[in-house]
């Protein structure tokens, strides 16, 4: 495949106007968007006048004024239409620990003769850390960790919750969510589900597929900027139930009453804790609105394409070099990254940060290139393999300042 | 009192040169500085640069090559020179709410056999809030809430934690943080200090008072920004003793090492959670940043005279219209606000703002007036009463208009 012939795929795609909303800088190939989105150029726009506006002119005022209040329901809402849920459904707070922290101390109480929280070994490993201290806040919980082929028969009469991550952040593998759910179910025990790296790029349908509770992030796909709030989903049915451990003044049924007593907001507005970081807040809001006019499952069938081009490319153009692609061939078993075992990742990763394309490089040995369909194109791809096929000819990863390692890798 | 003698106090007032520091809209007299600091002038010319170019253009290379990563002790840090702490104990992290759960669950877990968490009745709500969540998290634990005077000889053989807010949010009164430290660990139990009322104006010496737990706000006098991240601050000699309930990878001894178990980080460090909001993070490190070469202890001197100053105008030109100040008259006693009683105390300070002087209501019937010394003058404090008495005199605070409230009053 040439060039030529990938830059025709741009010009006939559907979607590469999306492109024109995000700040590209010139020559770089960015394939860590599920690591951190691009700057949509609203976003710029945006932060000046909550800064100098919202803030310098109107400052407090703003929570009225300018909906400040009212953003971790109304920036929720916008999420629920990319993840398949209805409006109060979702809602902005806190990050994706914090947010787990909360569902599976309030989830786990409403089956207090359930002990287990089963969990996937290698899942995002902040996902178990905040795992194994929340079982340590509910009497006799304890948390499971079963390899990812025994999950599924690892769901038994003990489990209390399934926490699971949706695609996983390392190999992109996906879960059946409808069919996981439905068997957890049945088996009398409620799923929480990360949905980190699928909120933005992979079609999700929560109500569809019987989601009663779910949390995702922020920076990723969803374009929020660095450390971008992140949400929480609850399921109608179960919000009435659920009575947060961690819980704070803005969860309170009448935050500026300044009562002693804590009364439960109604529906999924008890979730939020303190008082929201606006200006990462507003940052996020400018980041979804970017999907406006997007369809989720065109931008899936987009990301289908491209992580198939990439495939066949380093098939075509890197056979040879010892890469090995971890990740699902079949679309709808896998997420919208692709990712490749090497024993040289870290090297390689770096040597391709030099030449433009940035990718992730994931402990201990793979390197992962991250598909955005909202921005990325064919000739992206292209130019991506091409310089990847470059490195490893060449071997110009062996340079030794390709192993310096920073804090984060 | 004439205008023109206040107006040489400013001119005498060796911290004037900071106000340049802000951006103070024209004519305004903003008394909310404990609710929502200005803007640093250096904070939009910041914010830019870390949208546009470490986000926009550095991207995910930024975590490590603008110090990203580092943020949270960085700042920290910062804030320990404000607070009388060593640059090792103070951490910036999720909001007050979230850093009060993860110190009462980790505290309170030192001393099993001790069951009750003590705190004021009143104290600000989300105190209370999420105090009546943590101790859900262990085993035996209760809270119990005394009205202040009887705090102290509340606390006995059971109490594991004292909780108490420093300067209190409505009425300015202030705790002795050394005695009563000392009285409680006398009496077996810790003390966490909550001070988002005085971190940024009132004196403050941790380390000296023997404090061992604190939280504060980021967005009221350390300018940080609407819902800027908070911070903690644990004692050295506690910090490795220990274990985070709420805890997350940014908290892990190796965050990318990425591994299933949780091992927590060394030192403060282990209080953190998931992935804190960038934006946001950098507005509160500009805010810190405007107090430079300012010294506490002139602040506060400042302070004192600016409340003194309040005080007597609204004795001199507002009597016989019914504002009982509740704020303590000594110095040593009370914060950096001045709250009165009256009752129509919403609708005076609804009048107030539309006259151009931003104060607080505070439910039921208490309107609070913050004074930042870092940025506020003599002449402010008198223009303020002075549209204060104006308000009471003409009784502009009747129209109807002043009595609609919004969702944040």
Chains 1, 2 share one sequence.
């Not at 089963?118 to 304890?142: C, I, K, Q, Y």
């Not at 380093?314 to 010892?322: S, T």
């Amino acid at each position: 495949m040439t060039v030529e012939e990938v830059c025709a795929l741009d010009a006939a795609d559907p979607l590469r106007a999306f492109r024109e909303r995000f700040f590209i800088p010139e020559g770089l190939i960015y394939l860590d968007g599920n690591s951190l989105g691009v700057l949509p150029r609203a976003t710029a726009e945006r932060q000046r006048k909550v800064v100098e506006l919202e803030w310098g002119v109107s400052l407090i005022r703003s929570w009225n004024d300018h909906g400040w209040i009212d953003a971790p329901q109304r920036i929720g809402a916008k999420i629920a239409r990319l993840i398949g849920a209805r409006p109060h459904e979702v809602i902005v707070a806190d990050s994706v620990t914090v947010n787990l922290f909360k569902l599976i101390t309030a989830a786990a109480r409403l089956a207090p003769d359930r002990h287990a929280l089963l969990s996937e070994a290698g899942n995002f490993h902040t996902d178990l850390h905040v795992a194994s201290g929340a079982v340590e806040a509910v009497p006799g919980m304890r948390l499971e960790v079963k390899p990812r082929h025994q999950v599924e028969e690892g769901i038994g009469p003990d489990t209390n919750l399934l926490l699971l991550t949706h695609v996983h952040y390392k190999t992109g593998e996906r879960f059946e969510m409808g069919r996981i759910t439905a068997l957890a179910k049945a088996a009398g025990a409620r799923t929480i589900w990360d949905l980190s790296h699928s909120a933005g790029a992979v079609p999700l349908r929560l109500n569809e597929d019987g989601a009663e509770l779910a949390v995702g992030c922020g920076y990723k796909y969803l374009n929020g900027g660095p450390g971008a709030p992140a949400f929480l989903y609850v399921a109608e049915h179960l919000q009435e139930q659920l009575a947060p451990m961690l819980r704070g003044w803005m969860g309170h049924a009448a935050p500026f009453d300044f009562t002693d007593d804590y009364l439960p907001a109604p529906g999924i507005a008890r979730f939020l804790a303190g008082t929201p970081p606006m200006l990462s807040m507003s940052a996020l809001e400018s980041g979804i609105d970017a999907f406006e006019g997007a369809e989720m499952d065109a931008l899936w069938e987009k990301s289908a394409r491209l992580f198939d081009l990439f495939a066949r490319l380093v098939e075509q153009r890197c056979g040879g070099h010892g890469l090995e692609c971890v990740s699902p061939p079949e679309a709808e078993r896998r997420g919208s990254h692709i990712s490749y075992r090497h024993e040289h990742a870290f090297e390689i990763c770096q040597a391709l940060i030099a030449a433009g394309v940035i990718g992730d490089f994931r402990s201990p040995d793979v390197v992962r290139f991250g598909i955005t369909p909202l921005y990325l194109g064919y000739e992206d791809i292209w130019q991506a393999v091409d310089r990847l096929a470059q490195t490893l000819e060449s071997g110009s990863w062996r340079d030794p300042r390709f192993s310096v390692r920073g804090k984060v890798t």
